[in-house]
């Protein structure tokens, strides 16, 4: 009932709508989203690329190429806002000291992402996960946090920047 109030409400009224990370702060960041959303995007390239083999394209498979391109739009986005609030919520004075490359870092996954987004090109989604590979290097070793990398054990089998917990 109090839903459906605030609703016939908001249809007047036109509240604002807000999103944000916790903000309290809750401490809890993990770059793995980020890293996941990246392999998504690779993964959706390589199969655009198939598509693109394809001598004809029936409706099915238009319908697919939209669906294949709102999801790599759709996880590009994501790499954005997971590196940002990382960037902009855990990053502090003590990181900046230790890592200094690391507004140029960031800067540059924005502007890979952004590209990565715009076109359907294999390279540049994985010149994007080397970079936030790279970010989640830096994230984990401010944790004082040891990584390995392995080859993720999905397609597109890249590899990963992972933790080593206890």
Request: with cysteine; glycine share 2%; net charge neutral.
């Amino acid at each position: 009932m109090f839903y459906n109030l605030i609703n016939k409400l908001d249809e007047k009224i036109h509240f604002s709508t807000v999103s944000a990370h916790c903000d309290i702060p809750c401490k809890i960041y993990d770059p793995i989203t980020a890293q996941i959303s990246v392999l998504t995007m690779i993964r959706m390239v390589d199969l655009l690329n198939e598509m693109n083999e394809k001598t004809k394209l029936t409706a099915n498979d238009h319908a697919q190429f939209s669906r294949l391109v709102a999801q790599k739009e759709s996880h590009g986005k994501k790499v954005k806002e997971e590196i940002t609030i990382i960037w902009g919520d855990f990053i502090k004075a003590p990181q900046l000291e230790q890592f200094p490359e690391i507004h140029t870092l960031v800067h540059s996954i924005m502007l890979t992402a952004s590209s990565a987004k715009q076109h359907i090109n294999k390279q540049t989604t994985l010149a994007l996960l080397d970079k936030v590979n790279r970010f989640a290097e830096i994230f984990w070793e401010s944790k004082k946090v040891k990584t390995h990398i392995a080859v993720c054990p999905y397609p597109p089998e890249q590899p990963i920047v992972y933790p080593i917990l206890p």
